[in-house]
């Protein structure tokens, strides 16, 4: 192992266990390793819900046991800026947004990175799980998927570009989850068994829909079925998403006779009187929402998609032609034929169906395990 010694290194130090591994990590290397704690939000933050002051005993803690200086910085003010107000823009017009997406691109390695460069860094490091390296032909930095497959962040980081690439380092991409909580144990790390962040941090575990109302006004209208029937009211088209099947209030309405007949016809499995009901549509001239039963139906697929917006690490989209791509996160590979129309947008027809392919988030495209880049998904057909 090459000695970094003298090489400054800040490290995202979140309080969890990815972010603490990494500072080890670097310092067994020998870089000089400074940490930094980012609090991205304000707003009635408390333990009960965005728990930052948590977080940040934590970091410190961990920046104790491994003897490094730990700063806190506040990027609130860029956080709601740059990343909450383009949440709120997107959710008023029925899209729904990726702001983890947004958060890294604006903030983390943005924000951030500068803040990291006029402390005299060479680098930063944060615990995402994915890698970097770069391409001996072309001697552009690459980002690849990371190694533990259930781990892989490289959907998050899609829209990263060569000078921020250049700067980072992504330890734990190398490492499984199970190898981090052992190494994190092993050198006892006082957050080595603290449970994984879910979610976003200005929501954190409180109800979504009660964030929501906070900021965007409700507007009740109808929910229908896929023949016009008036199945029930939702409470404001903002605050549904594609394919969402829970929160819809309208669980006890059955499939009946030639409607039942129909959908077992498509071949939709699990289709019955008691199928649960899908989010499918979202008419927001019309302020209606519309619902479908089976998991399968024909209006939760779609063989094709547009997206806007486009990021492509390499600086330019790659080449038409067979790629592969996700349109949500945790999602496997899906075989597609990439299009592109112009610098920022492109289409994509998959080789099979997508279920409920939904306008704000992102499509990732991928060869093998390098990360192109991706875009927002505008439309999707079927």
Not at 359 to 377: F, K, N
Request: hydrophobic share 40%; charged share 25%.
């Amino acid at each position: 192992m090459n000695k970094q010694t003298g090489r400054r290194v800040v490290v995202g130090l979140s309080g969890g266990v990815d972010s603490a591994v990494t500072a080890w990590l670097l310092k067994q290397q020998g870089f000089d390793v400074v940490a930094l704690f980012m609090k991205n939000w304000e707003d009635d933050d408390d333990s009960e819900y965005c728990s930052s002051n948590i977080d940040f005993v934590d970091a410190a803690a961990v920046a104790d046991v491994l003897g490094i200086e730990i700063e806190h910085v506040n990027f609130a003010a860029e956080y709601k800026d740059r990343v909450f107000a383009e949440f709120l823009r997107e959710y008023q017009v029925g899209r729904t947004p990726n702001p983890d997406i947004l958060c890294n691109a604006e903030i983390k390695f943005k924000a951030f990175l500068d803040h990291a460069m006029r402390l005299g860094a060479e680098k930063i490091a944060t615990g995402h799980y994915a890698r970097v390296r770069v391409n001996a032909v072309t001697q552009r930095h690459e980002l690849l998927k990371g190694l533990d497959p259930s781990k892989d962040q490289s959907y998050f980081l899609h829209r990263l570009n060569q000078a921020q690439l250049s700067k980072t380092l992504f330890p734990v991409g190398e490492l499984n989850k199970t190898e981090v909580r052992r190494i994190a144990s092993e050198i006892g790390l006082p957050n080595a068994k603290k449970k994984d962040s879910t979610g976003i941090c200005f929501i954190g575990e409180r109800p979504f829909r009660d964030f929501l109302n906070r900021y965007i006004a409700k507007e009740p209208g109808p929910i229908k079925d896929e023949r016009g029937r008036i199945l029930g009211q939702h409470v404001g088209l903002s605050f549904y998403t594609l394919g969402q099947r829970q929160g819809l209030g309208i669980g006890g309405i059955k499939a009946r006779g030639a409607q039942l007949k129909a959908v077992q016809a498509l071949g939709q499995r699990g289709v019955g009187e008691h199928s649960p009901w899908f989010v499918a549509r979202k008419d927001m001239a019309n302020n209606t929402l519309w619902v479908v039963q089976g998991h399968d139906h024909p209006w939760l697929l779609s063989h094709s998609l547009q997206a806007d917006s486009a990021s492509w690490v390499a600086g330019a989209a790659p080449p038409d032609g067979p790629l592969a791509a996700k349109t949500r996160y945790r999602q496997a590979d899906a075989p597609c034929v990439m299009h592109s129309e112009g610098a920022a947008r492109f289409d994509l027809r998959f080789d099979q169906p997508q279920w409920a392919v939904t306008p704000g988030q992102s499509a990732v495209l991928y060869d093998g395990d390098v990360c192109l880049g991706g875009g927002v998904i505008d439309a999707a057909q079927a």
